[in-house]
Structure formats: C-alpha cells, structure tokens
C-alpha cells in the first residue's frame, strides 16, 4: 500500500534566488558597490575570474523569468534584495531607482498570484559599510535596522513574509574565518563579534518590523546535522562542539538567551563582553524559522585540527553532489524534529534545499535530464513529508535555485537550478526536475507517492 504524501492545503510551493547570484549589472542606476562587487573581481577569489556583472540578467528579465515561475506552479518566490541597490552608501541617502525594481518585481509577482518572500540581507554588504568595519563594527546593528526600514516602508503593503538575514553561519564562517566568501577574512577570533552583531542586527530589523510592519518576519539558517563516526567519548564530544559550532550558535541566542557552553570554550577569550541589554534585543520574538538544509556532516574528534579539533568522514558509499556534499534526506526529518523538540513549536519553511549536479553547459535538443536532481528532491520532499506527520509545523518549501546561478567563489562552475540557464545565451530550459516539481505542486504532493 502507497503512502499519501499530500502536503497541507495553504502549504507554500517556491523556489529561491539571491539577488548577486542572478540579477547581474549590480552597480546600475544609481546601485553602489557591495562587497561582492569587489571580492570576485579581485584576482584569484573566483574560479575562472567570473563575476556576477551579468549573472543570469535578472536584473532585465524578471517578467520573463516570473512568468516561468507562473507556469511552474510556484505559489511563492523567495528573493533577496541587494541593499546597495537601495542604499548605495549602505545608509543615508535612498535611490529611488533601486526600489523601482524591486517595486516592479513584486507587482509582477503579485499579478501571477506569487507571494513574494524577501530576504533583506544575502551576504552583499554595502561596500562603504565594509570599510567602515563591516559587521565587526557593532553600529552594523543600527545601519541594518535603517536599511530595513526603507524596505519595509517600500514594500510592505505588497511583501507577506520578510527574511532578515540569511545564513549567518555562512556570513561569518566563509566571510570572516575561511577567506573564501566576502569580504574574504581570516580570522578565527573575529567570529564571535560578527556573530554577535549579526544577531543584533537580526534583532534589530525584527523590532523596526514590530513597529512598522503589519505581515511577518523570520530568520534564515543553514543547518547541517552532525553523526558521531563511532560511539567513542571523544567522537561524541567532537560532534557536539560542530554542532555547537554550526547549528546551535544562532538558534540558542535568539531562543534560549545564551551561547551553547561548548561555544564559549572555542572561542576563549576571543568572545566579547556582551552587555546585558543585547540579550533583550537578541531575543526579540520572530513569526517563523527558515531551514536551508543540504546535507549532513558525519565527525570524530581530530586533535589540534584547528580550530574546533574535528574532522569530516566522508561517507564513500553514498551518493555526493558536485560540492561534495552526502546526499542524506532522513538528516532533514531529524532536524526539523530537532527544532521542534528543542526550541517549540515554531512555524518552518524549508528555505532552501537542492543539489548542484553535473549538467550539460548547452542544450542541443530542448531538454535536460537530471535524473540525479529528481531523486534529491523527491526523497527530500518526502523527508519534509515524515516530519509533518511527526507533528513539525513546517509551512512551505523553496527549492534552490530557480536558476543556475553565479554560484559565489566557483563562479557558473556549479550548477543547482530546476531551469537550465545557457551562460552564453541567457536562454532559460526548464530542466527535469523543473517538471518534476511542477508535477509535486499541482498535486500537492501526491506524485512523490511513486516510484
């Protein structure tokens, strides 16, 4: 006997962007630099010198591209708005041809019954805030609240769902510890003062939303659930610091008050002293919980493998995605659980969920088959399914990416779209999995029942 793998009625169906990965010509009409803008035309920080001055050309075709959300079947898109665009000095003066844009967008949207849910920040810091010490510099909480008002007073009456920061996790780990996201630091003890600002600031816009705003707004993190690689003490402890680490660095502040122990001890004396009115700011209550989940991490204890003594075992007999990444749907069940049996009963949507594969760079005859793509998202979808029967509010579902995109420091090198984008071209080929998720929408998710 089949399972019924229907998803709720007022389930969200969507498909996610960010705004340097596809809008290209990020510096016109009046838009200021990001840091973006100057990492990856920087020598050596993207492979094969790409940009994102082009992109996939968003930025002139988004009523074509809307229109191919329509005929998808998505009932809502989640992007993201490019704060220099909007504010090109980072604060201060307002372009008003920024918010044009993002204007004629969401009524674009609104005309084919999409509900737009917009991200405020995804990694492109204003370039003129960077040099003003970027989000080490604790004004970074204030610069963020203005911008957001702007926006909230621009889009609001249109915008149902606003995101406040995206992976913060990433912002700070790729941007101020590995070197190989924007603004390209490499500095272990500058993680603890950008993460304590990001979560001010998170707060921050969430209480400017409070006093102007009349729809929700959420937080966006990636989350990658860690296995120990065996059941000896020093692996389980060795996961409990990634997990401390990656995971539970965000959601603990922003839901119990406090960092994880285990993160306090990373850091040393590296942590800032926090004053105590940050704690109230940090904790203001949000509307939902956006989960980007793309795989799990299995770890055993790695000594002086800096900085948190843990190393990655690959699992070789599983399937892997071209960023190497396990492909491991029951992780996501486990971590909507997680939530839930952690944190509350918080409203969830997955955010973002996908798989970068090896697609065709042209397309000879009209189709691209993705048979690998299919089969992530149909055993993900149906992880999201289990975790609604095990009592998970989860919300709604964004695959990622509706386009093949720049894809930050590999350049057009990794794929993840439903729809095929010709780098050459700009033509747009709605890939296999583009149909297959079709196919899951119009059916509220009974297709996911078959083979």
């Known amino acids: 006997m089949s399972r019924d793998y229907r998803f709720p009625d007022q389930f969200l169906w969507g498909a996610a962007t960010s705004a340097y990965q596809i809008e290209g010509h990020p510096l016109a009409d009046g838009a200021g630099p990001s840091i973006w803008e100057r990492f990856s035309h920087t020598p050596g920080r993207v492979v094969y010198t790409d940009t994102g001055d082009r992109a996939t050309d968003h930025y002139h075709r988004y009523r074509a591209d809307v229109e191919l959300m329509s005929k998808l079947g998505l009932t809502s898109y989640r992007f993201s708005i490019a704060w220099a665009r909007i504010l ?22 609104l005309e084919k019954n999409i509900a737009p849910m917009v ?66 630091h490499c500095s272990f003890r ?27 707004i959420g937080l966006v993190v990636n989350l990658e659930p860690k296995y120990p690689a065996s059941d000896d003490v020093e692996d389980l402890a060795a996961t409990n610091r990634a997990d401390a680490y990656m ?26 002293e926090i004053p105590s009115e940050d704690w109230p700011l940090i904790t203001t209550p949000f509307d939902f919980l956006g989960v980007n989940y793309y795989s799990r991490n299995v770890v055993r204890d790695a000594p002086d493998t800096a900085p948190l003594d843990v190393a990655r075992v690959r699992q070789s007999l599983h399937v892997h995605t071209e960023m190497d990444w ?38 000879t005859d009209g189709h691209v088959d993705d048979p690998l793509r299919v089969s992530y998202f149909r055993e993900h979808l149906r992880a999201a399914h289990d975790a609604i029967e095990q009592g998970v509010n989860l919300r ?48 509220h998710g009974a297709v996911l029942a078959g083979a």
């Open 88 to 109: 090109p000095d980072g604060t201060g003066r307002v372009n008003d041809s920024g918010l044009a844009f993002y204007d004629k967008l969401i009524d674009a949207l």
């Open 190 to 216: 500058e993680a603890p003062t950008v993460t304590h600002n990001l979560l001010r600031a998170h707060g921050s816009a969430v209480q400017a939303y409070r006093a102007d705003g009349r729809n929700e």
């Open 326 to 363: 396990e492909v491991f749907p029951a992780a996501l069940t486990r971590v909507l659980v997680w939530i839930k049996d952690r944190y509350g009963d918080i409203p969830l949507y997955i955010t973002e969920n996908g798989a970068a594969f090896q697609d065709p760079a042209h397309v």
């Open 247 to 272: 995971n539970r660095q965000y959601l603990d502040p922003v839901f119990l008050g406090a960092y994880p122990e285990e993160l306090l001890a990373i850091y040393g004396d590296s942590m800032p």
């Open 119 to 184: 991200t405020l920040y995804h990694w492109d810091l204003p370039e003129a805030l960077d040099a003003r010490g970027g989000w080490l510099n604790r004004d970074v909480a204030d610069w963020f609240a203005e911008y957001a008002r702007v926006a909230f007073r621009a889009f609001d009456d249109r915008v149902p769902k606003w995101v406040t920061l995206n992976e913060p996790w990433v912002v700070m780990d790729g941007g101020y510890v590995s070197n190989v996201l924007a603004p390209g």
């Open 396 to 443: 709604g579902y964004f695959a990622w990416s509706l386009l093949d995109n720049f894809e930050w420091s590999y350049g057009y090198g990794k794929r993840f779209g439903i729809v095929h984008v010709d780098f050459a071209t700009l033509e747009r080929t709605p890939k296999a999995s583009a149909r297959f998720y079709s196919e899951v929408i119009a059916s």
